[in-house]
């Protein structure tokens, strides 16, 4: 039976983000590891490799594909109530020990993953987007930014079709792959890991690069939410905190930051549940370095106000949560507050339009639609 490696080889291309060097050497550029990498090898992230001086990239499949309400990726600011359909393919350029999405991530670092890669079009997803109301389509459940020319190919498709797009992301960016996504990506959600690089090395990257993302996108225009899961003894100290929150409200105060709960996941079995107590603790942290919002996930109901946005200058209930469902919504039709006009950051539509979901599912019909496995 042939491996997953070799399965994945039948679904490539050839790459845009990267140059030829000497002696049948390529650097790939997709990812801020930047690798240099031999005729005949594999970048760190496995997916992405060199053969015959050019580089071949993920290309044609989906590893999984499902509607999530827009609050789940999360985007608090981007259109409320939006159902977002998202895919992924497989691999990471990081190898997180808690990762939520391992079963894709990790698919060709570790045969405990298994997410069989199923053939799609761009057209296919985005028909299939279309069909369910979506209003964003999204890149995510592996790292994006490794498989971007696919995520680009989609993306053009569901503009064509008048779909807002997202990527969510660990930010591990290189400004040649932010140049290459700019006019084809609107929203953006990094992952904020921690503010030590020692800990980003333990995950299998440095944490300058993606600092440099974070600044690069806000500059960009792109809309940037950054989400931090917040792990007992790993980054909850109030210093590490407080320096992520001064490092975001550094770029600018309207970025919205997300701290959410960590559960057992993986291999990182050791450490407790993210108590709602450390989430109110981190949230607070966020307000006194100047953050405007700041809210807590992954724990409904649990957290007083922090699910809900208010206006940072009157203090008017402006969308009122419980996890991802939108409760009520009370944004003007441009954007700014009901209560005194001062304008709220963010991409909003012109009304609140319902939501469809507010739990992921998947497409009931997608298996006859645009799936047939690979033979493996
Ligand atoms: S995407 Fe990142 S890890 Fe993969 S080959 Fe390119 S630079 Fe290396």
């Not at 159902?83 to 045969?111: E, I, K």
């Not at 405007?292 to 992954?298: K, L, Q, S, T």
């Not at 949560?321 to 507050?337: I, K, P």
């Amino acid at each position: 039976m042939a491996t997953l490696q070799q399965v994945l080889q039948k679904a490539v291309r050839e790459g845009e983000l990267y140059e030829k060097m000497e002696r049948g050497f390529v650097r790939c550029y997709a990812c801020g590891h930047c690798c240099r990498i031999p005729d005949g090898q594999l970048g760190v992230c496995k997916v992405r490799y060199n053969q015959g001086g050019k580089l071949f990239v993920p290309w044609g499949y989906v590893a999984s594909a499902q509607c999530d309400p827009i609050e789940k990726k999360p985007f608090f600011h981007a259109y409320p109530g939006a159902l977002a359909y998202s895919f992924g393919m497989l691999g990471c350029d990081l190898h997180c020990g808690y990762c939520q999405n391992w079963v894709t991530s990790q698919a060709l670092r570790d045969p405990g993953a298994v997410s069989p890669p199923l053939r799609a079009t761009p057209e296919g997803l985005v028909r299939e987007a279309l069909q369910q109301g979506a209003k964003v389509v999204v890149s995510t459940y592996n790292e994006p930014l490794i498989t971007s020319e696919w995520a680009l190919a989609v993306f053009k498709e569901a503009r064509a079709a008048g779909l807002i797009t997202a990527y969510v992301s660990n930010g591990n960016g290189t400004p040649q792959v932010l140049e290459y996504l700019r006019p084809w990506v609107d929203l953006y959600k990094v992952d904020l890991k921690s503010f030590e690089d020692r800990h980003y090395r333990e995950l299998g990257g440095r944490m300058q690069p993606i600092l440099e993302t974070i600044r690069k996108l806000h500059e960009m225009g792109f809309w940037v939410e950054i989400v931090t899961l917040v792990v007992p003894g790993f980054n909850d100290s109030n210093d590490e905190l407080k320096r992520m929150a001064e490092f975001i409200s550094s770029v600018s105060p309207d970025i919205p930051w997300h701290v959410t709960a960590f559960h057992k996941d993986y291999k990182m079995t050791g450490p407790e549940n993210t108590s709602s107590q450390t989430l109110v603790r981190a949230a607070g942290i966020g307000k006194a370095a100047g953050l405007r919002f700041v809210y807590a996930g992954n724990i409904p109901g649990r957290t007083g106000e922090l699910e809900n946005t208010y206006c940072p200058n009157c203090h008017e209930l402006l969308v009122e949560r419980v996890g991802f469902h939108v409760l009520d919504y009370r944004l003007t039709a441009t954007g700014t507050c009901s209560g005194c006009g001062a304008g709220i950051p963010g991409r909003w539509a012109a009304s609140f339009e319902g939501q469809i979901a507010d739990v992921p599912y998947l497409p009931k019909f997608q298996k006859f639609d645009r799936i047939r496995a690979f033979r493996r």
